[in-house]
């Protein structure tokens, strides 16, 4: 089974710039999620869709941040315009169930530099 | 809400000797409790689950962790530690509504 694939690995852009990143989930699975991980502190949660609607968006930054999910399929988190301290690793996971106990499948993840 | 304190940011211990990374919870219902490791430049992977069955769960790579209500506690362990095990390793919980919050982290460093 092939994982969740993000791209791209690396991006360094400069302040006020805007970036996109691109989350290609697991075949099949209903749930998306966005998770933004500052260097030294554990994951926090931005954006979950189910299929493709938004369930949960409230830490998400929205007068910065936009993320879509076209077709229930893929997914993009934008960032417009970018801040240093966007600066993280923007972790995109895939589950087949709303459910935790069904498990999350962690993409390797988009390590962003605000400079 | 539901939050996790990890009592060590860092562990270091030698190859073939225990390893224990501590966690709390805290949680007005009954949690589940999840141990993710994250080695370099890799996905977050599941080491483990508790969801209200055996207090004592075992999961991959030789790691088991015990859930005591009653100390708040989630703590991992391995007797043996390899070096493969150098990575990441978060205390994870859920109650309710699904949603996982992360503790902040302790990364192991095993020494040759």
């Known amino acids: 089974e092939a994982g969740v694939a993000q791209s791209p690995r690396y991006k360094i852009i400069e302040k006020r710039q805007s970036v996109a990143f691109w989350c290609n989930p697991i075949?099949?699975?209903?749930?998306l999620y966005w998770y933004q991980q500052i260097l030294g502190q554990g994951p926090k949660l931005l954006i979950q869709?189910?299929?493709?609607?938004?369930?949960?968006d409230s830490q998400l930054p929205k007068d910065r941040f936009s993320a879509e999910r076209l077709k229930g399929v893929d997914s993009t988190l934008k960032i417009q315009p970018a801040k240093l301290e966007d600066s993280a690793v923007y972790l995109c996971?895939?589950?087949?169930?709303?459910?935790?106990?069904?498990?999350?499948?962690f993409g390797s993840g988009t390590r962003l530099t605000v400079v | 809400a539901q939050s996790v304190t990890q009592l060590d940011s860092h562990v270091s211990v030698s190859e073939g000797t225990p390893v224990l990374l501590r966690c709390n919870y805290s949680?007005?219902?009954?949690?589940?409790l999840f141990w993710y490791v994250q080695h370099p430049n890799k996905g977050l992977q599941l080491l483990l689950k508790?969801?209200?069955?055996?207090?004592l769960v075992k999961g991959i790579n030789g790691f088991e962790a015990e859930f005591k209500k009653s100390e708040t506690s989630f703590h991992l362990t391995k007797p043996s530690a390899h070096m493969s095990d150098a990575a990441e390793y978060f205390c994870?919980?859920?109650?309710?509504?699904?949603?996982?919050?992360f503790g902040a982290g302790t990364t192991v460093t095993v020494r040759a």
């Open positions: 075949s099949g699975h209903a749930t």
């Open positions: 994870v919980v859920s109650v309710g509504d699904y949603k996982l919050s």
């Open positions: 949680s007005s219902y009954s949690p589940s």
């Open positions: 508790y969801t209200s069955a055996a207090t």
């Open positions: 996971a895939s589950s087949p169930s709303t459910d935790p106990n069904y498990g999350y499948t």
């Open positions: 869709f189910q299929n493709n609607g938004v369930v949960d």
